[in-house]
């Protein structure tokens, strides 16, 4: 089989990324591991930026997201007993973001590519990509039980953080930066109604909180818990206690959230992650395949497709002109806004989260930073900025 751009994974990025070129009259086909039903359950994360929404709309791909997704404008943070909200129209000159959940976007995603796009293979597993330095590079993989060959014009390692097209690229070539942090994520699903109008952030002496949404009765909850968690150990009791104890605001006292039945418990580490280049030869890398970002700034989706229009409009323009100066560019034009997006999300979460380590110096810090976002509208309005997603258009 041969097609001109070879898709690793068909996570957000792979989908987004086939759907666009097909879009523009490019053919590709889409290699993906798992199974349609495990990728269309995987609970992620569910915060999506304005370009995110714009692109997926234009995409043929917002029908169910007008329909369900509910658009936030602004985030409370909680801190010291307080609760203070941070406006996002007024702050950033009209920008809001949506709550839709990513395994959404991915599901509305492949019924188009499915109804009308190229090939999209489950349960096709990439063992290698060879010759990424030379015009023909091909991509290895087992499908229904047999190795196959995808030879391609170009390929794209869509194939998140533990994929594998990440090992085509020389170690002489590649440069990782990375962070670990001193906790983790425990995640709930619970079949509560959200007694929030906007996403929580909380710092507390227990640990960081965060309360999301995924509908008007569903409820998407995190706590900070230690690396190494079992979620079995935490019974459900214990984690609505411990929510409501993070979220307790001074002057309402009786602020508690509503619970329900806990229907999904995992727990998630936190990593921040670059690889550069995110391109080698013929072989560009793209989403979580490149980098990683903690989710408290809610941002690894919107980076994932972001990296991919950037990348479409490149194929396009080669289609189009047969320049390949906006894929030359790629690498760069992306990495700048991955270091933003990587500074911004290591803000929230040292900022908000109790590191074991940490000293009552810091804890200290941590709220007098916190104060100056309640206090100051340029603080507040560089937060607002960066969650709600800078501008597309990266030179400006
Ligand atoms: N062969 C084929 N497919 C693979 C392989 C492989 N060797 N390795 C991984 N994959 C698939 C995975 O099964 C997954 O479906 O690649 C896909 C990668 O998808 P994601 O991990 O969702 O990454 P990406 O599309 O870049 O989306 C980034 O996902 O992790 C979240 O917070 C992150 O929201 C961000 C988004
Ligand atoms: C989510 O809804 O899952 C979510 C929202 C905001 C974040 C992270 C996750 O920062």
Redesign the pocket.
């Known amino acids: 089989m041969h097609t001109t751009v070879g898709i690793?994974?068909?996570?957000?990025?792979?989908?987004?990324l086939a759907r666009l070129l097909y879009n523009a009259g490019i053919d590709s086909v889409v290699?993906?591991?798992?199974d349609r039903a495990?990728?269309e359950q995987?609970q992620?994360?569910g915060i999506l930026e304005q370009a995110t929404v714009d692109v997926l709309r234009s995409a043929g791909a917002g029908a169910r997201l007008d329909a369900e997704g509910m658009p936030h404008d602004g985030i409370e943070l909680r801190f010291d007993g307080r609760a203070h909200r941070v406006d996002f129209p007024s702050l950033t000159g009209g920008r809001r973001v949506w709550v839709y959940a990513?395994t959404e976007v991915?599901k509305d995603l492949i019924a188009l590519q499915l109804a009308d796009g190229g090939p999209l293979l489950f349960e096709?597993?990439?063992?290698a990509v060879e010759g990424a330095d030379t015009d023909r590079p091909v991509i290895r993989?087992t499908h229904e039980g047999r190795e196959q060959t995808l030879t391609c014009d170009y390929v794209v390692g869509?194939?998140?953080?533990?994929?594998?097209?990440r090992d085509a690229v020389p170690d002489g070539v590649r440069t990782t930066y990375e962070r670990t942090y001193p906790y983790s994520w425990l995640g709930i699903l619970a079949d509560a109604p959200p007694v929030y109008d906007e996403l929580i952030y909380a710092h507390s002496e227990h640990g960081f909180a965060l309360a999301s949404m995924r509908s008007p009765s569903v409820s998407r909850l995190y706590l900070q818990v230690p690396n190494g968690t079992d979620p079995a150990d935490w019974s459900d009791e214990r984690i609505w206690d411990e929510l409501d104890a993070r979220f307790a605001v001074t002057a309402n006292p009786g602020w508690r959230l509503k619970r329900g039945p806990v229907t999904a418990k995992s727990v998630l580490p936190m990593r921040s992650h670059v690889t550069e280049p995110m391109r080698y030869g013929r072989l560009f890398l793209?989403?979580?395949?490149?980098h990683?970002?903690p989710?408290t700034g809610a941002?690894?989706?919107?980076?994932?497709a972001t990296?991919v229009i950037v990348l479409a409009r490149a194929f396009a323009q080669l289609k189009e002109t047969g320049s390949t100066e906006l894929l030359d560019a790629y690498s760069d034009t992306c990495l700048r806004r991955v270091w933003r997006a990587e500074h911004f999300s290591y803000f929230m979460t040292t900022t908000l989260h109790a590191d074991p380590e940490q000293s009552s110096f810091e804890t200290k810090l941590q709220l007098s930073q916190l104060d100056r976002v309640a206090t100051s509208t340029h603080a507040a309005a560089e937060l607002a900025e960066n969650y709600t997603g800078l501008s597309l258009d990266v030179d400006s």
């Open positions: 690793i994974g068909g996570g957000p990025a792979g989908l987004l290699l993906e591991r798992k495990y990728v995987r992620r994360a990513q991915v096709a597993e990439v063992h993989y869509c194939d998140g953080f533990h994929g594998v097209a793209a989403g979580d395949a490149a990683i970002v989710p941002k690894g989706l919107n980076l994932a990296d």
